[in-house]
């Protein structure tokens, strides 16, 4: 007889949270992270905080965070991504791995990427949902990047303007977070949480974050693509608006005002939206997220995987 699996079995696919339906993100720094049942527990001086596991997008973990492996293995095994990040959230080192059991967007998205013409579709997609009452079909990638460009920068002047903020242009200091003012602090901090979030739910969804087809030669050059189409509606607007305020805490403010605009914006659930209608386009099926392994059998077919076909080998 088998002995059983040591540790706490792992929660039931029926019980996790689909990823347009979860918790964007969680920031925690100087503490330890554990596990206490299905739940992730941060630990400070200040006592124990107990975060539902199935329900979390990603797990930001700050300076000063210890983590313990069965906290690990329980974000993995429900779909919860964990993100090593820098002093207020804004520089990113790693990520832990998400459990995403079907590979159908996967290989939508592989197959889209390495061939020029569906490529070229997709991209022009992307930037169709931010010029939703303009024609961009026949638009090189040269043109779209100067509609981008010129939008990107009006933005920034009109959020400047309605917030009574000077803006010269974007500068900051990747390893000095103090050194920029105080708007490129609070755009460094937006830009980062929303990084993580579309981060999170690619992911889950079975994408790789390094396939990108705007950007490329990163390993998140999908996550950039992503965070693009929500950039100009939830980060800058806060960063301009936190920035007018002038806080003490400009990343942790940034932080918080990410959360709620995501929350409010539903950006989780048109994140995983637009994923699929980018890499899937035409189908109206809510697309499953954990699948079964199989076999490919040529072409277009498979067979059930798991399963010993020794027997064929026989017969021929």
Same mark, same amino acid.
């Given at each position: 007889?088998?002995?059983?699996?040591?540790?706490?079995?792992?929660?039931?696919?029926?019980?996790?949270?689909?990823?347009?339906?979860?918790?964007?993100?969680?920031?925690?720094?100087?503490?330890?992270?554990?596990?206490?049942?299905?739940?992730?527990?941060?630990?400070?001086?200040?006592?124990?905080?107990?975060?539902?596991?199935?329900?979390?997008?990603?797990?930001?973990?700050?300076?000063?965070?210890?983590?313990?492996?069965?906290?690990?293995?329980?974000?993995?095994?429900?779909?919860?991504?964990?993100?090593?990040?820098?002093?207020?959230?804004?520089?990113?080192?790693?990520?832990?791995?998400?459990?995403?059991?079907?590979?159908?967007?996967?290989?939508?998205?592989?197959?889209?990427?390495?061939?020029?013409?569906?490529?070229?579709?997709?991209?022009?997609?992307?930037?169709?949902?931010?010029?939703?009452?303009?024609?961009?079909?026949?638009?090189?990638?040269?043109?779209?990047?100067?509609?981008?460009?010129?939008?990107?920068?009006?933005?920034?002047?009109?959020?400047?303007?309605?917030?009574?903020?000077?803006?010269?242009?974007? +500068?900051?200091?990747?390893?000095?977070?103090?050194?920029?003012?105080?708007?490129?602090?609070?755009?460094?901090?937006?830009?980062?949480?929303?990084?993580?979030?579309?981060?999170?739910?690619?992911?889950?969804?079975?994408?790789?974050?390094?396939?990108?087809?705007?950007?490329?030669?990163?390993?998140?050059?999908?996550?950039?693509?992503?965070?693009?189409?929500?950039?100009?509606?939830?980060?800058?607007?806060?960063?301009?608006?936190?920035?007018?305020?002038?806080?003490? +805490?400009?990343?942790?403010?940034?932080?918080?005002?990410?959360?709620?605009?995501?929350?409010?914006?539903?950006?989780?659930?048109?994140?995983?939206?637009?994923?699929?209608?980018?890499?899937?386009?035409?189908?109206?099926? +809510?697309?499953?997220?954990?699948?079964?392994?199989?076999?490919?059998?040529?072409? +277009?077919?498979?067979?059930?995987?798991?399963?010993?076909?020794?027997?064929?080998?026989?017969?021929?």
């Amino acid at each position: 007889m088998m002995k059983p699996v040591p540790g706490m079995p792992p929660p039931d696919l029926g019980q996790l949270v689909r990823a347009q339906d979860r918790i964007s993100f969680i920031y925690v720094e100087r503490c330890t992270v554990h596990r206490d049942g299905n739940a992730v527990t941060a630990t400070d001086e200040r006592g124990i905080v107990h975060i539902p596991s199935a329900s979390l997008g990603a797990l930001l973990l700050g300076p000063g965070t210890r983590v313990t492996h069965q906290a690990m293995m329980l974000l993995a095994e429900s779909g919860s991504t964990a993100v090593w990040v820098g002093e207020r959230g804004v520089r990113y080192y790693a990520h832990g791995r998400a459990l995403a059991q079907s590979s159908r967007l996967l290989e939508a998205q592989a197959i889209a990427v390495t061939n020029q013409s569906s490529r070229l579709r997709v991209a022009r997609e992307m930037y169709a949902m931010r010029f939703p009452d303009e024609d961009v079909s026949q638009l090189t990638m040269q043109q779209l990047r100067g509609r981008e460009g010129a939008r990107v920068r009006r933005v920034y002047r009109d959020a400047a303007a309605e917030y009574g903020v000077i803006w010269d242009r974007r +500068d900051y200091q990747p390893d000095d977070f103090d050194a920029s003012d105080t708007v490129n602090q609070a755009l460094s901090a937006a830009t980062t949480c929303l990084y993580g979030i579309t981060h999170a739910v690619i992911v889950a969804l079975g994408c790789s974050p390094g396939l990108g087809f705007v950007h490329t030669g990163k390993d998140r050059s999908f996550v950039f693509d992503i965070a693009d189409l929500y950039k100009a509606e939830v980060a800058i607007p806060i960063a301009f608006e936190v920035a007018s305020r002038e806080p003490e +805490d400009v990343g942790g403010e940034t932080r918080r005002a990410v959360r709620d605009a995501v929350h409010e914006s539903k950006i989780l659930e048109r994140c995983t939206r637009d994923i699929k209608t980018l890499l899937l386009p035409g189908e109206q099926d +809510d697309i499953v997220e954990w699948g079964t392994v199989e076999l490919w059998d040529g072409g +277009d077919r498979t067979v059930t995987g798991g399963t010993n076909y020794g027997a064929e080998e026989d017969n021929d």
